[in-house]
C-alpha cells in the first residue's frame, strides 16, 4: 500500500467520524526499514515518523535531518531511563512514558536541558504483564503525578492485546483521557487505524502497511 491511499483512508475515516479533516496525525513508523523505503516516503513529502528504539534511531535519523528540513520524531516504543537524555535531544515526542522512575528523570532532564518533548502515558489497557504501560486503575494518579512534575503532557497511547477487540481498548484509553482533561491519543496501527480514528485517536502509528512488511524482528 503506498502512503497517499493510507492518507486517503485517514481522512476518509475523518469525514465518517465527523472529525475535521487533518484531526488525525500520521506516524509513518519506520523500525526497521531499509533506508531506501524511508527515503522514498521522505521524498514524496511526508515528515513524521516513529521509532521504537533510542539507539536505532540515533543512529540513521540524524542524516535524514540533514538531507529533509521539518522531519519529526516520536518514540514510540519503551525507554530506558539512561537512554533518556539522549531520546530528548533527539525526538520530538516520547509516547511511552509508563513510569515515576521514567517521569523524574525526563522532568530533571527538563530542567538542565530547557525543553521537553511532548509527552504521551502509555497505558496498559489489556493488563497484560509482559507489556508495558501504566495499569488503567494507576493511570490517574501517574498523569497527576507528571503535571505535578511540570511535565507536557499531551495525551495517552495504547498497544491493544493482539487478540482482544482494538475498539474496546481505543475506547477505555478515550474515556480516561477525557477523565483527565487530554485531548492527545496515540492509538491505531496497520491493522486498525480506522476503528482508532472513529474512536478518536489524534495520533496513529502506521509501520508496515506504508512500508511493506517489517523484515527483521522489531520489539
Ligand atoms: C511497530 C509499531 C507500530 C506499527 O505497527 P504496524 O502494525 O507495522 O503498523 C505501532 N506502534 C508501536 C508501538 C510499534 O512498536
Known amino acids: 500500500m503506498s502512503l497517499q491511499e493510507?492518507?486517503?483512508?485517514?481522512?476518509?475515516a475523518e469525514q465518517a467520524a465527523g472529525r475535521p479533516e487533518g484531526a488525525v496525525?500520521?506516524?509513518?513508523?519506520?523500525?526497521?526499514?531499509?533506508?531506501?523505503?524511508?527515503?522514498?516516503?521522505?521524498e514524496q513529502g511526508h515528515r513524521v515518523f516513529g521509532e521504537n528504539r533510542v539507539q536505532e534511531a540515533a543512529g540513521k535519523w540524524p542524516a535524514f535531518k540533514e538531507r529533509f528540513s521539518?522531519?519529526?520524531?516520536?518514540?514510540?516504543?519503551?525507554?530506558?531511563?539512561?537512554?533518556?537524555?539522549?531520546?530528548?535531544?533527539?525526538?520530538?515526542?516520547i509516547h511511552?512514558?509508563?513510569?515515576?522512575?521514567?517521569?523524574?528523570?525526563?522532568?530533571?532532564?527538563?530542567?538542565?536541558?530547557?525543553?521537553?518533548p511532548d509527552l504521551f502515558i502509555q497505558v496498559n489497557t489489556g493488563e497484560e504483564e509482559q507489556?508495558?504501560?501504566?495499569?488503567?486503575?494507576?493511570?490517574?494518579?501517574?498523569?497527576a503525578e507528571c503535571r505535578?512534575?511540570?511535565?507536557?503532557?499531551?495525551?495517552?497511547?495504547?498497544?491493544?492485546?493482539?487478540?482482544?477487540?482494538?475498539?474496546?481498548?481505543?475506547?477505555?484509553l478515550a474515556k480516561i483521557a477525557a477523565r483527565n482533561g487530554l485531548d492527545g491519543?496515540?492509538?491505531?496501527?496497520?491493522g486498525d487505524f480506522e476503528t482508532a480514528?472513529?474512536?478518536?485517536?489524534?495520533?496513529?502509528?502506521?509501520?508496515?502497511?506504508i512500508f511493506g512488511e517489517r523484515t527483521t524482528a522489531a520489539g
Not at 521539518?70 to 515526542?93: S, W, Y
Request: charged share 20%; hydrophobic share 50%.
Open 6 to 12: 493510507i492518507k486517503n483512508r485517514i481522512a476518509r
Open 25 to 42: 496525525t500520521l506516524i509513518a513508523v519506520s523500525k526497521v526499514q531499509p533506508n531506501d523505503r524511508i527515503k522514498a516516503v521522505l
Open 70 to 93: 521539518g522531519v519529526e520524531l516520536h518514540l514510540i516504543g519503551p525507554l530506558q531511563t539512561n537512554k533518556a537524555r539522549q531520546a530528548m535531544e533527539l525526538v520530538d515526542a
Open 96 to 116: 511511552s512514558v509508563d513510569r515515576p522512575k521514567l517521569a523524574n528523570s525526563l522532568a530533571r532532564l527538563a530542567q538542565e536541558l530547557g525543553h521537553c
Open 131 to 143: 507489556k508495558a504501560g501504566i495499569m488503567p486503575a494507576e493511570a490517574d494518579g501517574f498523569i
Open 148 to 172: 505535578a512534575l511540570d511535565l507536557p503532557v499531551r495525551g495517552l497511547m495504547c498497544i491493544p492485546p493482539v487478540e482482544e477487540e482494538p475498539a474496546l481498548h481505543f475506547a477505555l
Open 185 to 190: 491519543l496515540s492509538m491505531g496501527m496497520s
Open 197 to 209: 480514528i472513529a474512536l478518536g485517536a489524534t495520533h496513529v502509528r502506521v509501520g508496515s502497511a
